[in-house]
């Protein structure tokens, strides 16, 4: 969720947890998102970089603002950059930040109580870009990857973009698809053309 800073049309910005593992769930992630190194992109021990630029940097605090419900904060260099620290929230259920992409190093953690009602949380959105699903039950996964509008789903895994497959979303994101033997219809205005032939006499 946090490469290239969250900038990625595919990084995982909404976290669904099941309700009765979700205090134990924000125990174990808090380390690992204080743990992130953020810093030079030059250097090897650098896990997450700056932000693009000023005028993204202030998009993405936008949606931090001092009042936003933050469970916790990486760090992040205090000199010179578009730095962002990674940043966990826990807002209702229609904020911004639940129904819109941040394409920044900030997430939600929101609780559901069953199956449906991830489903329901996971589709009421614009968007449908990609997503994952992580369960032990194989019929489980099969059920809400049929039902969650996205375009690119993955079980137990983030993985989204194989060259060999379709790539591309639902609703407000995008249209076509790349990759995979859908991509030449994504790049192709098929055009039909009459023509009138007079016979020679």
Aim: aromatic letters at 8%; a negative charge.
């Amino acid at each position: 969720m946090f490469d290239n800073a969250g900038q990625d049309c595919c990084a995982r910005s909404r976290i669904l947890v099941q309700r009765s593992v979700y205090d134990r769930f924000m125990e174990l992630l808090e380390p690992a998102v204080s743990g992130v190194v953020v810093g030079d992109p030059a250097s090897r021990d650098t896990e997450m970089g700056p932000l693009v630029s000023r005028p993204h940097w202030e998009k993405v605090a936008s949606y931090v603002p001092d009042d936003a419900p933050v469970a916790f904060r990486g760090g992040a260099p205090d000199g010179p950059g578009f730095w962002f620290a990674p940043t966990v929230l826990t807002p209702n259920r229609t904020d911004r930040t639940v129904t819109e992409e941040i394409f920044g190093p900030v997430v939600t953690v929101l609780p559901f109580d069953d199956e449906a009602d991830a489903i329901a949380l996971a589709n009421d959105t614009m968007f449908g870009l990609s997503g994952s699903i992580w369960t032990d039950d194989l019929s489980r996964a099969l059920r809400v990857a049929r039902a969650v509008e996205a375009g690119n789903l993955s079980v137990n895994s983030h993985s989204s973009v194989r060259y060999a497959t379709p790539f591309g979303g639902f609703k407000r994101s995008g249209l076509g698809r790349e990759l995979g033997p859908d991509a030449p219809l994504a790049f192709t205005d098929t055009k039909n053309v009459f023509i009138a032939v007079k016979e020679a006499p």
